[in-house]
């Protein structure tokens, strides 16, 4: 039986009390979300309008939702981190043994960046730019449905670990020789593995389908230089994702080779080179977080020109810079060993090549306070957001600048005056521009804006929480307090472990509000619908379609003649346009091809850990299959016929009232 | 839009006014810790910390005035406030010139600096001094630390002894997943590698124990790689030494192998070396006639051992 | 009524083409991580054979012999299919499939010679870097004859046409693209290797 269930032994359920807690909690979870779809028999309607939809509009927003429940499961660990340090200082136990605290940052870390901010990314991005651009739908319709259900399979992989087998206990990044054979036998290494192969696999491909859905599929008249700047700031991501991306799984590639093939590439013996891997998975991870904020960067662009009333300052600059960034995200990953002894030569590079990113970045920041600059402010939530960002990624700035001096980083790397910087810049830069990309975009999905009141104070939990829960980590850094640690022998450092904890509930209770912020808005939706479409008063041709955004989104395909055509547009408005305008579009017809890929993947991922070769062989040789099929299928559209398009459209011209906010 | 947004600036202000009272107690609790990366008690990291200081003002440079117009701006543009609107309004060369220029000029600066330090702090740095400097071999296992004085004959795990003002030398390996050596108090750290050889130097210039630390996960006892330094007057040292060196436990082979098992320890051992100094050994036991020799980390050669110029800084 | 089926087919037609060189790029980056790596583990030979020991140039280069002319031939094939020369088109695909058979052939005869003398890429990092370079290659080269499969497949009863032609065209890219990296791989791993 060896073969059929490889090294699948229930020998690897979990024996500590809070994963047991977990590996029974997650699947009792998941089994209440099937009872519900089941006594409210909508299955078919999650099937029809869900699971099988190739529309950006509806895969982005599955994207978001299974990021935000990734988001509470990363803080959840968070919590436990941060529950173990404030109670394992000198006399005292802590809470959980040293095996399941390095699983639960290991995991905390690779959930944060591989499914809560590149799925919020993607998410948005799907939601967003299609309408954006003035096109119906990215380039490759089926193929954005592949990734998402691939970001699905890793993900269930990643936490399909808790339940029985154990994650790795290697850091997000898995340097060996720790995750090697040698010293890591065990499944755990492999589901981290597998579950970030597939993921980016699904993330190359979505770069891919981005980038030609900015250059292919904009609208009439709409030149680069007319685009809007989040659009450009995806642009610049989707190269930084087609490039850097492949690294990875080339990286992931190998040390899955090392492990199941026995090869010798980062092994300690027979010629392995530890140090390749941390080069190769650097220069990678550091196009990564540059793939992670750029968006956002572009969100804050689009949120702060709006609720300014005011043209974004310096457009071409603002481009100028996003390109400068891209380039020389490129050339600084060294930055992240300048202690693995490179030489000093070497690490002067590296560190003034990181420096000079710091410039592109301010003059970012520069531009947005000057597109304030004799506007006309709206705090709107999404504003404060953009308010948070501000101070509170300036300071992760700050501390770059600091540790991009090699002598410096000496004194801090790997202690938690890292940690405090890294959680610096990807929750001010990362995360608020992402929540106020949510709330912002929000009403043009769901058809009716989100409360504003709660919004506000959750964008304030959240900074108070960010300062009470990060700014003790900087301290502790300079104290000697190392990451990754469990327990510790000074006294010192007690009371910053627990403001600390503290600052974790703080930015739990944010969540909370915005959970609550959720709901409430979904309860009083009747009294928050947008009627027009452009509730905020905005730029952007997103702004011109009703809302909730028709799956068509435009039933005419505009013409743009300038930037923030929207913007002058409006004021132009010539009426319902005459029938002959309207001609018959052609709209993808739903598939279960990537929901199908999806488990099949998981399946081949699962086989490869576990062992069980047969089912790796045969899901990949379906997943072949699958991708065949499709390139032989010829009837993946259906068309809705210009007289339909013209009763639909006519709907709004009837509730359309004058903007006003 | 529902209601109107009142009293935008209530809550940032109330939020602001928090966040400094916090951080007003954070810096009374930090009053009369130990922060060794800012008090420390080494040249290395005496260097190092002036440089964190002088990184952090070049940077406020830029911040300070970053918060100044975020404050004045949000609050002199607020709708409410009727203030000079200027919506078309979206370019000024004296202004791009300015905030382009100074940074480029801060980042040249520093550039600079750190162009100097990379080579002055250079880990593989030798330390001028008049005091002959103390040859220290470290080997990271899991999970203690093994140092190794070949020149004194004695071999101890998680004490490192050293005499005061005295630079030394280290030479890191491992047989353990990655690792890295730090004493913050003296100065910053590297990483130690299985099959490799890696290379610090530090000073320190206070008598006084202090701690170091594993900077890099390397499995269940990571938490526990703590080892104590003690510099002590030249006078103690050699007495330290002296004694260890006749040791009834001897860091035999047999004893090297036992160490080398995966086990935290609480006590430090002080072995003297009956069959001599194991490092070259332990760095051959990856190496089975790979193509490439003992390498010091990543360059090759030993001529990173050269003593330093007059690059300002160490002495 | 203004349709623009013919319009929004060429958009569809571009887009797709343009993802297909992105797609190469990415490979490009995937190969480059790949050289990269056996570049450095190259002389870790850990006390087992090194390049010179095992590559036999004489053989690498009837294979790069016969990966060149199935380029070849794959050329022609597109030519013929672009003259709408259904027969003439398929009997060079044919040609490109046998003699890229003929390539990974010879290469899996290699590699079971080198595993049957206890060359694996379990005994040092340089074999574990030379059978995971070129194997990936050849994994490609896999694929890509599964493709052309697939082409003679569907040729055998449609007809050529517009929509064919074109994934035709992708196929010859990918195909160019592969003998491209073995020149790389001919060069960097074959050539260095027995000190050329």
Redesign the interface.
């Known amino acids: 039986m060896d073969w059929l269930l490889g090294r699948f032994s229930l020998d690897y359920l979990p024996t500590e009390p809070a994963t047991i807690g977990a590996a029974i909690g997650m699947p009792l979870g998941v089994l209440a979300v099937v009872a519900l779809l089941t006594y409210f028999h909508k299955w078919t309607w999650l099937w029809k309008n869900w699971l099988t939809s190739l529309d950006a509009k509806k895969i982005g927003v599955m994207y978001i939702v299974v990021a935000l429940i990734m988001l509470i499961r990363g803080v959840a660990d968070a919590f436990m981190l941060r529950a173990q340090t404030a109670t394992s200082g000198p006399g005292g136990d802590g809470l959980f043994d040293?095996?399941t605290f390095?699983q639960v940052f290991t995991a905390h870390g690779t959930i944060m960046i591989f499914f809560v901010a590149m799925g919020l990314m993607f998410g948005l991005i799907n939601v967003v730019l299609p309408l954006m651009l003035g096109t119906r739908d990215v380039a490759f319709p089926w193929m954005n449905s592949v990734s998402f259900w691939l970001f699905v399979a890793g993900m269930i992989l990643n936490n399909l670990a808790l339940v029985i087998g154990g994650f790795s206990?290697?850091?997000w990044l898995g340097?060996?020789?720790?995750t090697e054979l040698q010293?890591n036998p065990g499944p755990g290494v492999d589901y981290w593995i597998w579950s970030l192969q597939i993921a980016g696999v699904g993330s190359l491909l979505s770069g891919i389908n981005f980038l030609v859905t900015i250059l292919k599929k904009r609208a009439a008249g709409m030149s680069l230089g007319k685009m809007p700047i989040f659009a450009w700031s995806v642009l610049v991501t989707t190269v930084l994702i087609i490039v850097a991306f492949p690294i990875l799984t080339a990286t992931l590639g190998m040390l899955a080779l090392d492990r199941t093939m026995g090869m010798h590439f980062f092994t300690?013996?027979?010629?392995g080179n530890?140090?390749m891997y941390v080069n190769l998975i650097w220069a990678w991870g550091h196009p990564e977080v540059y793939i992670l904020v750029l968006p956002a960067f572009g969100i804050y662009s689009e949120v702060v020109a709006t609720f300014?009333?005011?043209?974004?300052?310096?457009?071409g600059?603002m481009v100028a810079a996003l390109i400068a960034i891209m380039f020389f995200s490129f050339v600084v990953w060294l930055h992240h060993?300048f202690?693995?002894?490179?030489?000093?030569?070497?690490?002067?590079f590296f560190?003034?090549m990181t420096?000079?990113i710091?410039?592109p970045t301010?003059?970012k920041?520069?531009n947005w306070?000057?597109?304030?600059?004799?506007?006309?402010?709206?705090?709107?939530s999404p504003f404060?957001w953009f308010?948070a960002f501000?101070?509170t990624f300036?300071?992760g700035?700050?501390t770059g600048?600091?540790m991009?001096?090699?002598?410096?980083?000496?004194?801090?790397?790997?202690?938690l005056f890292l940690v405090a910087h890294f959680h610096n810049t990807i929750i001010g830069g990362v995360v608020f521009g992402f929540m106020a990309g949510i709330t912002y975009w929000f009403p043009k999905i769901f058809g009716f804006?989100l409360n504003?009141r709660l919004g506000?104070?959750a964008a304030?939990l959240w900074?108070?929480g960010f300062?009470?829960a990060f700014?003790?980590l900087y301290?502790l850094?300079?104290?000697?307090a190392?990451?990754?640690?469990?327990?510790?022998?000074?006294p010192?450092w007690v009371?910053?472990f627990i403001?600390s904890a503290v600052g974790v509930l703080i930015i739990a209770a944010a969540i909370g509000v915005q959970l609550l912020q959720f709901a409430y808005s979904i309860y009083k939706r009747n009294?928050?619908r947008d009627l027009t479409g452009d509730?905020?008063d905005g730029r952007t041709l997103e702004w011109s379609v009703p809302s909730p955004a028709p799956e068509y989104n435009f039933a005419i395909a505009p013409t743009v003649t300038r930037r923030d055509e929207w913007w002058y547009a409006k004021n132009e408005l010539k009426g319902r346009p005459h029938k002959s305008e309207y001609s018959d579009i052609q709209l993808p017809k739903n598939s279960g091809a990537g929901f199908i890929i999806g488990v099949l993947s998981f399946c081949f991922g699962f086989g490869i850990i576990w062992h069980m070769w047969w089912l790796a062989g045969i899901a990949l040789l379906a997943i072949v299959v699958m991708i065949a099929r499709r390139t032989m299928n010829d009837d993946s559209e259906y068309t809705i016929m210009a007289a339909e398009l013209f009763e639909l459209d006519g709907k709004r011209f009837h509730t359309e009232k004058k903007v006003?906010? | 839009?529902?209601r109107g947004?009142r009293g935008?600036a209530k809550?940032?202000l109330i939020?602001s006014a928090?966040?400094l009272v916090?951080?007003g107690l954070?810096a009374w609790?930090?009053q009369g810790?130990?922060?060794?990366?800012?008090m420390p008690s080494g040249s290395i990291?005496s260097?190092?910390?002036d440089?964190?200081v002088f990184?952090?003002a070049?940077?406020?440079i830029?911040?300070i005035p970053?918060?100044v117009?975020?404050g004045a701006?949000?609050w002199k543009?607020?709708?409410q406030n009727n203030?000079?609107?200027?919506?078309?309004?979206?370019?000024?060369t004296v202004?791009?010139v300015i905030?382009?220029g100074i940074?480029?000029a801060i980042?040249v600066l520093?550039?600079i600096?750190?162009?100097r330090?990379?080579?002055?702090?250079?880990?593989?740095?030798a330390i001028k001094s008049d005091n002959k400097t103390l040859e220290v071999e470290v080997v990271a296992l899991q999970w203690k630390w093994l140092f190794i004085y070949p020149d004194q004959s004695v071999a101890t795990i998680n004490d490192l002894t050293i005499p005061v003002d005295t630079p030394v030398h280290f030479h890191l390996s491992a047989d353990s997943?990655?690792s890295?050596f730090?004493v913050?108090d003296l100065?910053?750290?590297?990483?130690t590698?299985?099959?490799m050889s890696?290379?610090l130097h530090l000073i320190a210039n206070k008598v006084g124990t202090y701690?170091g630390?594993?900077?890099?996960?390397?499995?269940?006892?990571?938490?526990d790689m703590?080892f104590k330094v003690h510099a002590v007057d030249d006078a103690q040292f050699k007495k330290w030494h002296e004694t260890h060196a006749k040791s009834d436990i001897g860091l035999t082979k047999i004893r090297l192998e036992s160490l080398m098992q995966p086990e935290r320890m609480k006590e430090p051992m002080y072995m003297s070396l009956p069959d001599g100094d194991p490092y070259d050994s332990i760095i051959e036991k990856?190496m089975?006639?790979?193509?490439?020799a003992t390498m010091?980390?990543?360059?090759g050669t030993s001529d990173?051992n050269m003593t330093m110029t007059d690059h300002g800084g160490t002495h | 009524m203004s349709v623009s089926h013919p319009l929004e087919q060429m958009e569809k037609v571009e887009a797709t083409r343009l993802g297909f060189w992105l797609y190469l790029l990415s490979d490009v980056m995937l190969f480059s991580a790949l050289f990269a790596t056996f570049m450095i583990l190259?002389?870790?030979?850990?006390?087992g054979p090194?390049g010179v020991d095992i590559f036999s140039p004489p053989y690498v280069l009837l294979q790069t012999m016969a990966l060149l002319i199935s380029s070849f031939t794959a050329a022609v094939a597109l030519s013929a299919a672009n003259h709408r020369k259904r027969r003439e088109a398929i009997r060079y695909l044919i040609a490109t499939g046998v003699f890229g058979l003929v390539f990974l052939g010879m290469e899996l005869m290699e590699f079971s010679k080198l595993v049957g003398e206890g060359h694996t890429w379990q005994v040092?990092?340089?074999l574990t870097g030379f059978f995971t370079l070129v194997g990936t290659h050849g994994l490609h080269i896999t694929v890509g004859l599964i493709w052309l499969g697939t082409f003679l497949f569907t040729l055998r009863k449609r007809l050529l046409d517009e929509n064919m032609i074109r994934k035709l065209s992708l196929f010859t890219l990918f195909w160019h693209f592969l003998d491209l990296v073995w020149i790389w791989i001919f060069t960097i791993v074959y050539m260095f290797g027995v000190g050329l």
């Open positions: 040293v095996s390095q206990n290697g850091g340097y060996p020789p720790l010293y300690s013996d027979l010629g530890a140090m300014s009333r005011k043209k974004l300052f310096g457009y600059t060993f202690t693995m002894g490179s030489g000093a030569n070497v690490n002067a560190g003034i420096m000079i710091a410039i301010g003059v920041i520069f306070l000057f597109t304030m600059y004799r506007g006309r402010i709206r705090f709107t404060v308010l501000v101070v300036t300071l700035g700050v600048v600091m991009a001096v090699p002598a410096v980083d000496f004194q801090v790397h790997n202690t804006t504003e506000r104070y304030y900074q108070l300062i009470v700014m003790p301290a850094g300079l104290m000697g190392v990451r990754r640690i469990d327990h510790y022998d000074n010192e009371p910053f403001v009294e928050n509730p905020w006003s906010v | 839009m529902k947004i935008p809550y940032p939020l928090v966040v916090l951080f954070g609790l930090m810790q130990h922060i060794p990366v800012l990291a260097q190092e910390r440089l964190i990184t952090v070049l940077a406020a830029i911040v970053v918060f117009l975020l701006f949000a543009y607020r709708e203030a000079t609107y200027q919506p078309e309004s979206a370019n000024n202004l791009e905030w382009w940074p480029i980042i520093l550039s600096i750190t162009w330090t990379s080579h002055s702090l250079d880990p593989y740095r997943p990655m890295a730090w913050p100065g910053g750290q590297i990483y590698m299985n099959g890696s290379q701690t630390y594993n900077t890099n996960i390397n499995g269940d006892g990571y938490a703590t990856y089975q006639g790979s193509g490439h010091n980390s990543m360059q990173m | 190259r002389h870790n030979t850990a006390g090194a040092s990092a340089f």
